[in-house]
């Protein structure tokens, strides 16, 4: 029902940026609570960051603390995208990203909420 695209991985030094974009198709973006997720080897799933859907609490943003100050999420609705400006990023930032839509929630932390997501993209910090 909603197919997620994300975009913009890569390989960076410490200190260095990235910016992700997710792109959603199949139902009306602006309905949909989006989140960022990651997950480095080793280690389950964790949550980064999400933007609350328009039709609820567009304005709403939800961020991990190890990202706040560094990691800013936001939706452009028009173009139907969610995008990740991450910034400082650390060795431990390394994991593969995901993109995730609900509609079940006008935003959410948690992983269970979310019923649509990306196949991932590999972000790598280098030392």
């Known amino acids: 029902q909603v197919q997620l695209v994300e975009s913009g991985g890569g390989l960076v030094q410490t200190g260095g940026s990235l910016r992700l974009s997710c792109a959603a198709s199949g139902r009306t973006f602006s309905s949909a609570a989006m989140g960022w997720f990651r997950q480095a080897p080793g280690k389950e799933r964790e949550f980064v960051a999400a933007?609350?859907?328009?039709?609820?609490?567009?304005?709403?943003?939800y961020y991990a603390d190890f990202v706040k100050g560094r990691f800013t999420i936001s939706r452009d609705n028009a173009k139907n995208t969610v995008s990740l400006q991450m910034n400082s990023l650390k060795p431990e930032d390394t994991a593969v990203y995901y993109c995730a839509a609900t509609f079940q929630t006008y935003i959410s932390r948690s992983r269970t909420d979310y019923d649509y997501w990306g196949q991932g993209i590999q972000v790598t910090v280098s030392s």
């Open positions: 933007v609350a859907a328009v039709s609820w609490r567009g304005s709403t943003l």
